[in-house]
């Protein structure tokens, strides 16, 4: 109860670094001090190491919580997999993708097309090309014709 700790001196909540180092603790003058002899003294590293390790490991799930669960009720169709693990990131490109395709899919469905009706055949077109490139015929077929109703000059085509 005579070694002062310089550590504490620097700390402005005592309390907190005496759950790292239990030997701290209060003379007869307030001060704190060590309450045991200098060659008792053992390091609390592996309390220290706790601590910050499972401050570390509850961020990183917190934040991997709040990103997945705002995702999903977003819409994006995202695996936990995808949010957590770095080298899956690039895969959220790709759910991005689907995620508007489905939404354009919808809107185009229920006739809520956003852009001007005076580029409605351009609009169609670039979504010819991407249904094209996914390999959709299908989709292509329910496209084409939906759109001769709207262009009835292209059914030649």
Request: contains cysteine; proline residues 4%.
């Amino acid at each position: 109860m005579e070694t002062g700790c310089d550590v504490i001196t620097q700390c402005a909540r005592p309390d907190r670094l005496r759950r790292a180092c239990p030997l701290l603790a209060r003379n007869d003058q307030g001060t704190w001090v060590c309450s045991v002899a200098a060659a008792e003294v053992r390091p609390f590293w592996g309390r220290t190491f706790a601590y910050v390790g499972s401050f570390v490991v509850l961020t990183i799930a917190l934040a991997t919580g709040l990103a997945y669960g705002g995702m999903r009720a977003i819409g994006y169709e995202v695996s936990l997999r995808q949010v957590i693990w770095p080298p899956a990131w690039d895969e959220l490109r790709e759910v991005q993708a689907e995620f508007f395709i489905a939404q354009a899919r919808q809107h185009y469905t229920d006739g809520e097309v956003r852009e001007q009706p005076d580029r409605r055949s351009e609009t169609t077109r670039v979504w010819f090309q991407s249904l094209l490139s996914r390999g959709r015929m299908d989709e292509i077929a329910q496209l084409a014709q939906r759109q001769l109703s709207v262009e009835p000059e292209q059914s030649s085509a």
